[in-house]
């Protein structure tokens, strides 16, 4: 069987499990086998390439670690001080992704800030929206701050990930992954902001994994080709 579908159909197993497991209130089996599935993401993205770990690894494994501990708390936020916790992991696990869609080359040339506001609108508008509708008189003046933070950030990664160059291998991957982010995220703040809804946990954490194998399978793409080609400007200098 291919390798790459045994892993996928893995993920998905323990998806299901993980599911279950938190339905019925194991949660720190919950947590282990939150844990299995990002290893098996992480090991989905080194399978791709097969070679050394370099620097940009490094931020997208960070990224990846900050996530988790994001998936973590997730589950027991219920305090304000949980809540600006979850926030800001999230803020650093995007950072760091938007980091590596800045890196030297993967962005086309000669773009501005003001392509940068053109690309990232549709990001901006729906953040707002959803802000200003249904989080502005619920979220916490203790969030409030993290909150207009996350909603500019979530904007900048969505027009850093429509920016990509056309030679960026998997560029629709990374523009869907980033998509469905920001659909997970959107359900989520529902969730913690206001409350329980119909096989809430069940949809947020299928999205949620939805996103993170199409960004594993759009940078590991990417990192795949740099790995065939003369020339690695996947470095390790500083970005």
């Known amino acids: 069987m291919n390798r790459n579908l045994l892993l996928f159909g893995s993920i998905i197993l323990l998806l299901i499990v993980e599911i279950f497991l938190y339905r019925f209130g194991y949660i720190y089996l919950n947590i282990l086998s939150k844990f299995f599935i990002a290893a098996l993401l992480i090991y989905f993205y080194k399978m ?55 890196y030297p080359g993967f962005q086309k040339k000669n773009m501005t800030n003001l392509d940068l506001l053109r690309k990232g609108w549709p990001y901006i508008l729906t953040a707002f929206l959803f802000f200003g509708f249904f989080l502005m008189e619920i979220v916490p003046d203790s969030i409030f701050v993290l ?56 949809i947020i954490r299928t999205l949620y994994i939805a996103s993170k194998f199409l960004l594993v399978w759009g940078f590991a793409l990417n990192r795949k080709r740099v790995i065939s080609d003369s020339v690695n400007h996947w470095g390790t200098e500083d970005i």
């Open 147 to 202: 909150m207009i933070f996350y909603v500019f950030q979530f904007a900048i990664l969505g027009a850093y990930s429509l920016m990509l160059n056309n030679n960026f291998e998997g560029k629709k991957y990374i523009i869907a992954g980033v998509f469905v982010m920001a659909a997970t995220d959107i359900i989520s703040s529902w969730y913690v902001f206001l409350g329980d809804f119909w096989n809430d946990y069940p």
């Open 48 to 102: 791709q390439h097969g070679g050394n770990i370099i620097y940009t690894d490094k931020i997208f494994f960070t990224a990846s670690f900050f996530g988790f501990l994001g998936e973590i708390v997730f589950v027991f936020q219920n305090t304000e001080v949980l809540k600006s916790i979850l926030l800001f992991l999230y803020l650093i696990e995007h950072q760091l992704y938007i980091v590596l869609l800045r």
